[in-house]
């Protein structure tokens, strides 16, 4: 009876939980969108679709584009769009549904493919002046870096003598225009893009729209301008925090409903980013970059401008996922005397534990990106389910978990449950060890892994809470503390104490690291002293390629207005290396060479190219790699 009233208080505790966030949570319905917003971004792609997938030049489906803006239609009387190449349709049918246009020309460091979107908008504007409200000539193009300022403003020069009855702009962040004063003398009218979630310093829901007030009114104060349009602003559903600045529906809702008030209150001109979701963008800007738009990938209302908003619109499936995980795993307790004190040990763990796995399952579907992403979350998973497990296990039989060496157990010394136990501890530090690099080093567009390395943390400090000092550790494990440690701090200082997931999973680290310094105590750090003087030498040599070369500022202006020179060409060669991964996977060629013919040389090799890709962008190969080849020099070492 104790059994079925213990299971009958999770399922309600479950219940509750859920019904609370994605029920009881939510942003009520409004009443105040009475009138269509200004003008949206348009992109015409739909959720399986690329730019950057077209190998013969973009090709957009005009079937697509008709059901998107007469949606679209219904909402707003505007378009933005950024580019022309491909997208020759989209005026024609604009003029169908009685939308406007900001039609915009793609500027980027190749020159051939801008002289052909600049031609392409210099006509589609002249077959078109019913229709097009503006010309944009270029997007966010000095803040990418891919031309100079002279260069824009010939471009500029060009479309206006092109098209002296059509008003022409350039859009970019604000702080560009400020930097950029030289580009408002040549446009009509000057277009701003302000993101409160990617500032510098990133503004939370609360002060967002009163940042981008005054950021605008800044803008109209140093320029002397009040013709402004504000050409990009919004907010995302779904992705990572950055410092207080959290990505979701709700915020998204409040956002864009208090701007709209905001700026039909003071007469702003403005376009909201974006109609739909693009998933295509996640690959460049991370989970974040696939969910700005008012509608989702299917075209699906997401209730942004007056519906009711939950963060948990699925928490009905989610609720039952999480109910389905407790009923199984108390089939552990079925046939089992146990004790009142482990019962209700079991009720939290399994509870608390069926919630998380949900969460993180929730979170995955969200920010996985690709077949290795899915690769690792599967990893993550599997070993999190065996950890779930094992821990329940462990309480419903009232026993302790006894420490083995893993070397034993590698050696088939030590075999069974408390075996299985370490391992999978071994296996979680490596992928904390991972994450915590990629954070560190390539965390800008990274999500924070916490509801599913909650679930090991947990249930390694209470496995093994009788037993830290009996955990015996060497080098290795030494190493990986420090490594935490280091990458935990430094995770830390670039989020900021702000960020709630970001402290979270630096608590998460760090439990890990307790565990880790413990059991390692009795190494002295002179015995690592090699390694970690080659580590931080090869960490100097590639933090000063990093930003000496490939971020080099006036290199990267040198090389967008002459290519031709040999560091120009040796930059692209390395930064399309970065680019493709061929860096990281570099850096594992070398460490499986190396475990074969356990040299040395080949090793220290394979350590350098692997921190270089750390510190590069291909930062989870990388970190594999780096883990990988630290272990085996250390191993020789001994």
Not at 570 to 587: E, M, N, P, V
Request: hydrophobic share 50%.
């Amino acid at each position: 009876m104790k059994k079925i009233s213990t299971l009958i208080l999770s399922i309600l505790t479950i219940l509750f939980f859920w019904l609370l966030i994605g029920s009881f949570f939510t942003l009520k319905e409004s009443n105040d969108s009475s009138s269509k917003l200004q003008c949206v971004s348009y992109a015409p792609f739909s959720k399986d679709e690329s730019p950057l997938t077209f190998s013969d030049g973009v090709v957009i489906s005009e079937e697509l584009v008709r059901s998107d803006l007469a949606l679209l239609a219904k909402y707003t009387t505007c378009i933005r769009t950024y580019s022309t190449l491909g997208l020759e349709i989209v005026p024609k049918i604009a003029r169908e549904n009685g939308l406007k246009m900001y039609m915009g020309a793609w500027v980027s460091s190749d020159k051939i493919i801008t002289k052909k979107e600049i031609n392409k908008l210099i006509s589609l504007a002249k077959e078109n002046e019913d229709v097009v409200k503006a010309v944009i000539v270029g997007n966010e193009v000095l803040l990418r870096g891919d031309t100079s300022e002279n260069q824009l403003v010939s471009y500029i020069k060009q479309v206006k003598e092109a098209l002296p009855n059509t008003k022409v702009t350039y859009a970019d962040v604000w702080e560009f225009w400020v930097k950029h004063p030289k580009i408002k003398e040549v446009t009509d009218f000057v277009t701003i893009h302000i993101l409160p979630y990617w500032e510098d310093d990133p503004m939370n829901i609360e002060k967002s729209i009163g940042h981008l007030a005054d950021v605008r009114g800044e803008v109209e104060a140093i320029l002397g301008d009040k013709n402004i349009l504000i050409g990009e602003t919004g907010w995302p559903s779904e992705g990572r925090m950055r410092e207080d600045a959290l990505p979701s529906k709700i915020n998204q809702a409040i956002f864009i409903r208090e701007f709209v008030k905001l700026a039909d209150a003071n007469g702003w001109s403005y376009n909201i980013i974006e109609a739909f979701d693009q998933p295509w963008k996640r690959v460049s800007e991370g989970a974040v970059g696939g969910f700005w738009g008012l509608f989702d990938k299917d075209r699906g209302d997401k209730g942004v401008l007056s519906a009711e908003v939950s963060n948990f619109s699925n928490y009905k499936v989610l609720m039952f996922g999480s109910i389905a995980l407790v009923l199984l795993f108390s089939l552990l307790l079925k046939n089992r005397e146990i004790s009142r004190k482990n019962l209700m040990l079991f009720y939290i763990f399994n509870t608390l534990f069926a919630i998380l796995f949900t969460l993180s399952l929730e979170q995955y579907s969200v920010s996985v990106r690709d077949i290795w992403e899915f690769s690792w979350a599967a990893l993550v998973l599997c070993v999190h389910i065996f950890i779930y497990y094992l821990t329940l296990a462990y309480i419903s039989e009232d026993r302790a978990a006894y420490v083995v060496g893993v070397r034993d157990i590698l050696s088939q010394k030590t075999r069974g449950v408390d075996a299985s136990l370490m391992l999978l501890f071994y296996t979680s530090f490596i992928l904390v060890a991972i994450v915590n690099l990629s954070l560190a080093f390539d965390g800008r567009y990274r999500n924070f892994e916490v509801y599913i390395f909650a679930i090991s943390i947990i249930s390694f400090l209470f496995l093994y809470r009788k037993a830290y000092t009996k955990l015996l550790f060497g080098k290795f494990e030494k190493a990986v503390f420090a490594i935490i440690l280091l990458s935990s701090i430094t995770i830390f200082i670039n989020e900021t104490y702000l960020n709630i997931f970001s402290n979270v999973w630096v608590l998460i680290s760090l439990g890990y690291a307790y565990m880790l310094y413990i059991g390692s105590k009795k190494i002295s750090y002179s015995e690592l002293k090699k390694v970690a003087f080659y580590t931080v030498l090869f960490l100097g040599l590639f933090w000063a390629l990093k930003y000496e070369f490939l971020r080099n500022s006036t290199l990267i202006l040198e090389c967008a207005n002459s290519s031709s020179s040999s560091l120009c060409h040796i930059r692209d060669a390395l930064g399309l290396y970065i680019y493709l991964g061929y860096f990281g996977f570099t850096a594992l060629i070398f460490t499986l060479v190396g475990y074969f013919t356990n040299d040395k040389m080949v090793l220290f090799i394979a350590l350098m190219v692997s921190i270089g890709a750390i510190v590069l962008g291909n930062t989870p190969l990388g970190a594999i790699a780096s883990l990988a080849a630290l272990y085996m020099l250390i191993e020789v070492d001994s």
